[in-house]
C-alpha cells in the first residue's frame, strides 16, 4: 500500500479510474489509464481527488454517512490484463492506451512499467501530461510513447502560477524536448472563462507556440462534470457556477490562432 511521501513501487501503481472506449484521448479507441497524484492546482480540476497521491475517502453520493476509497493499487500485470481485453478494437481502430491523471509522470516508475508491458505486446501508448515534471522523467517516458499529449494551460508565468499553483517554465521547457525529439505530440489548451479565454490570449498563446513550430492546437472548453466531484469530497470549487464553454464561443478564438498561422479545433 502506498502512503503520501513513500516510495511508489514500480510494478503497483495507484489508479482512480480505467476508461474504456475513449474516442477523446489519442486515435482511435482506447482505454484511459488514470493515475493518482499531480503536482499542479488548477482551479478548474475536474478530478480533484486526483491531485492527491493518496487514497481519498469520499461520500458515496447516495447513502448519508457513507464513504468509499476514490482509487486503488493495481499491478502492472493487472492493469495490462485489462486494457488488453480490448486489443481487437484497437487493432480495429488504430487505438491503444492512454495514460491520465491526475499526472502519470508522478507514478513514473510504474508508468514506465506499464508501457513498457503494452508496447512489448505491439500496442499503442499515449500519455496526457501537464509537462510538469523532471526533465530526466519526462525525457524517458517520452521515448516510452507514441504520442505525447501535452497541455499548455496558460502562455503567461505569473497567470500560470495563480491558476494552477506552478509556473510554465518546466512545463514549456519540456514541450520544447517534446518537439524536438521529432515523436507525435499533441499540444492541448483547456480553455477556460476569466483565465485563458480572450481573444488577446489566443494571440498570445499564437505567440509562444509559433516560434516552437506547433501548428495545431487542440482546444479544451472548459466544463462543469467535476463540480459534483468537490461535493463528495466536501472540497471548495473556486469554479462554481462559471458557465460551460462550447464549440460555437470558440470561434473567434480559433480565427484568432488561424490569423497566426496555428490550426485550432475543439
Ligand atoms: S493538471 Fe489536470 S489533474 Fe492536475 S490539477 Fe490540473 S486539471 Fe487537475
Not at 492527491?52 to 447513502?63: E, I, R, W
Amino acid at each position: 500500500m502506498i502512503s503520501k511521501g513513500e516510495r511508489v513501487a514500480e510494478d503497483v501503481g495507484r489508479v482512480f479510474d480505467i476508461q474504456k472506449f475513449s474516442l477523446h484521448d489519442g486515435p482511435g479507441i482506447r482505454t484511459v489509464v488514470f493515475l493518482k497524484g499531480c503536482p499542479l492546482d488548477c482551479a478548474w480540476c475536474s478530478n480533484p481527488g486526483s491531485r492527491k497521491l493518496q487514497v481519498l475517502q469520499v461520500a458515496d453520493g447516495v447513502h448519508p454517512d457513507v464513504y468509499v476509497a476514490d482509487s486503488r493499487d493495481f499491478s502492472v500485470a493487472e492493469v495490462v490484463r485489462v486494457c488488453l481485453q480490448d486489443q481487437p478494437f484497437y487493432e480495429e481502430s488504430g487505438g491503444g492506451v492512454t495514460l491520465s491523471g491526475g499526472e502519470a509522470m508522478v507514478q513514473h516508475r510504474f508508468s514506465s512499467r506499464l508501457l513498457g508491458e503494452l508496447r512489448s505486446r505491439g500496442i499503442h501508448t499515449a500519455i496526457e501530461t501537464t509537462g510538469y515534471a523532471a526533465p530526466g522523467i519526462f525525457r524517458r517516458i517520452l521515448g516510452e510513447v507514441d504520442l505525447a499529449i501535452i497541455d499548455v494551460k496558460h502562455w503567461d508565468p505569473d497567470q500560470h502560477q495563480r491558476w494552477t499553483g506552478v509556473r510554465n517554465d518546466l512545463p514549456l521547457a519540456n514541450l520544447e524536448v517534446a518537439l524536438a525529439a521529432g515523436g507525435d505530440v499533441l499540444v492541448r489548451i483547456p480553455v477556460i472563462p476569466g483565465v485563458n479565454a480572450s481573444l488577446d490570449d489566443a494571440a498570445e498563446f499564437c505567440r509562444l507556440l509559433a516560434p516552437m513550430g506547433v501548428r495545431d492546437v487542440q482546444l479544451l472548453p472548459f466544463h462543469q462534470f467535476g463540480e459534483r466531484k468537490y461535493e463528495l469530497l466536501g472540497w471548495d470549487y473556486a469554479m462554481a457556477g462559471v458557465p460551460a464553454l462550447y464549440e460555437a464561443d470558440l470561434v473567434d478564438f480559433m480565427a484568432a490562432f488561424a490569423d497566426q498561422g496555428i490550426r485550432a479545433y475543439v
